[in-house]
């Protein structure tokens, strides 16, 4: 299957041939030809797989009749949970964009919104939105959603975990009638399956999530170990294994902080980001990241939302998450579009039977092991 086979056009063939795309994954094969035909979709599918693009590059191709927008208007909308995850998502509309004539705008907290109010006055194409700034928007009358085409709901899943079910439903009474919906989720937990029967008309099942070929690359692997010695055998790792570029999750944004700074103390090049970081701050964090400025980034599970770093090698989790679905989110992050990556656990006894739940979601047993010099001293480990 190519994209070309699947009905793709030219000036976006041109884009995604010259970011190297070869083919389409497995939920663009799947997805495309249903937003193309206009139909609700309702896809599971994790970070990684290629599904921004399942749901961008469709999207893009049923707007590309120019239409005279009255003031205020927008054609499609697209919410995501976190303002990176937005951001990222702009960035890659308009990279796929490049050779068309489509506007779109970037409607999250932390900007001006009396920018994002003059970009929206004439109308636009597409609005890139989190949930609470797009409320905003609706509350000031700054935004009309009577003219939108296309809605996208990304990371769903993560979006009702946040609280915004009210936010999203509300979103929807404001859209005509014959709007289409397309709800992306990485997991369909049953908060998720409630929405979708809400916001989508007849859609069309897809999920590739349990099948997902970046998880398949991932070699997950787990540490037994003391909670007093983590902090110690994380650094070890790091050293040992020379990982010059490190994503490592926290539960808390205190043992995010607590953790940076003793990897500090260690001489490792660490920071860290969460929600307390302003978003200049985070910015500025990622990119020290990115350019390998620094080597260990700590992170809680919802600054890291929309972390997108090409050929990042290794995760890890110095605590599980709280929910066992962001496990998946978490280890997403490295992986990515068919590179290889590596997912290492620290367990500790606490965090036990989270690891059970987490294995159990993913049809998966991974191998409990010890690194020499670390070795647990309390028996019921394994
Ligand atoms: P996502 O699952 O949307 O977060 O995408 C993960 C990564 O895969 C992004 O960096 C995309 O740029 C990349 N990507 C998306 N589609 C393809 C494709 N067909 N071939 C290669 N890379 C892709």
């Known amino acids: 299957m190519s994209f070309e086979k699947i009905g793709i056009i030219k000036p976006l063939l041109d884009a995604i041939n010259e970011l190297g795309y070869k083919k389409p994954t497995t939920i663009q094969s799947r997805a495309i030809s249903h937003v ?26 049923r707007l590309r009749h120019k239409k005279t927008l009255q003031p205020k208007a927008v054609r499609a909308i697209i919410v995501s949970p976190t303002r990176e995850l937005a951001v990222q998502i702009e960035k890659e509309l308009l990279s796929y964009a490049k050779y068309m004539d489509i506007s779109s705008v970037l409607l999250v907290g932390g900007k001006s919104l009396e920018t994002q109010i003059k970009h929206l006055k004439k ?4 609005a890139v939105a989190t949930p609470g700034r797009l409320k905003e928007h609706i509350i000031n009358g700054s935004i009309n959603l009577k003219s939108v085409e296309i809605f996208i709901v990304d990371e769903a899943d993560r979006m009702l975990d946040m609280g915004f079910v009210t936010d999203l439903r509300l979103l929807h009474v404001e859209l005509p ?45 787990i540490y037994l170990v003391d909670k007093e010695k983590k902090a110690a055998l994380l650094a070890f790792l790091i050293g040992s294994r020379n990982m010059d ?35 200049a701050r985070r910015n500025k964090t990622l990119q020290k990241f990115k350019s390998k400025e620094i080597n260990v980034l700590v992170a809680t599970d919802i600054a890291s939302r929309g972390i997108d770093i090409n050929g990042l090698e290794q995760v890890i989790n110095f605590e599980l998450p709280s929910l066992k679905e962001d496990y998946v989110h978490r280890i997403g992050r ?49």
């Open 36 to 61: 193309l035909a206009k139909k609700d979709v309702f896809a599971a599918a994790q970070t990684g797989t290629g599904k921004t693009a399942a749901f961008l590059l469709p999207s893009l191709q």
């Open 123 to 126: 109308g636009v194409d597409i």
């Open 177 to 221: 009638k014959n709007h289409q919906t397309l709800l992306f989720c990485a997991t369909q937990t049953q908060k998720v399956r409630k929405l979708s029967k809400l916001i989508l008309k007849k859609p069309i099942f897809i999920e590739t999530a349990r099948e997902n070929s970046a998880t398949e690359l991932i070699n997950q692997q």
């Open 245 to 279: 570029q490190v994503l490592v999750f926290t539960k808390t944004k205190q043992s995010a902080d607590t953790l940076a700074d003793e990897l500090k103390l260690d001489g490792l090049k660490a920071d860290v980001i969460h929600g307390d970081k302003t978003k």
């Open 334 to 382: 490295t992986g990515r579009a068919g590179n290889k990556g590596e997912a290492i656990t620290l367990l500790d006894d606490d965090d036990k039977e989270q690891m059970k739940h987490i294995e159990k979601l993913l049809h998966v047993k991974i191998l409990k092991e010890e690194i020499k010099g670390f070795e647990k001293q309390s028996k019921h480990t394994r």
